[in-house]
Nanobody, 125 residues
Framework: QVQLVESGGGSVLSGGSLMLSCVVS????????MAWFRQAPGKEREGVAA???????TYADSVKGRFTISKDNAKHTLYLQMNSLEPGDTAVYYC???????????????????WGQGTQVTVSS
């Protein structure tokens, strides 16, 4: 059984930074796609960033240039460095893992099999 546990959320002022972490336990392969999603109250889930087995990232337009996704295969940990945070970034952030090494739509949540419980990020102006 694969488990994903996020941490690092919190409350910051606009313009601030946070780093989210997601530790993966259980069966996993370093080549699998992993990603971060978020969901704000009353809004649909949104793909934020994804990373393939080779470390190549995909970003949503809304976070390009501000967020950086990375992973440490030795530590089975996925990261999301978030800079220049805006109130619109307020949401619960989830990490997810797909049991695939190639995805046509890396930011489509329907293609991911395992999910963490989420961590709250609140950005105030």
């Amino acid at each position: 059984q694969v488990q994903l546990v996020e941490s690092g959320g919190g409350s910051v002022l606009s313009g601030g930074s946070l780093m989210l972490s997601c530790v993966v336990s259980g069966y996993t392969e370093s080549g699998y796609y992993m990603a971060w999603f978020r969901q704000a109250p009353g809004k649909e889930r949104e793909g934020v960033a994804a990373i393939d087995g080779g470390g190549v990232p995909t970003y949503a337009d809304s976070v390009k240039g501000r967020f950086t996704i990375s992973k440490d295969n030795a530590k089975h940990t996925l990261y999301l460095q978030m800079n220049s945070l805006e109130p619109g970034d307020t949401a619960v952030y989830y990490c997810a893992e797909a049991m695939d090494t190639w995805l046509a739509l890396p930011l489509d949540g329907d293609t991911y099999m395992y999910w963490g419980q989420g961590t709250q990020v609140t950005v105030s102006s």
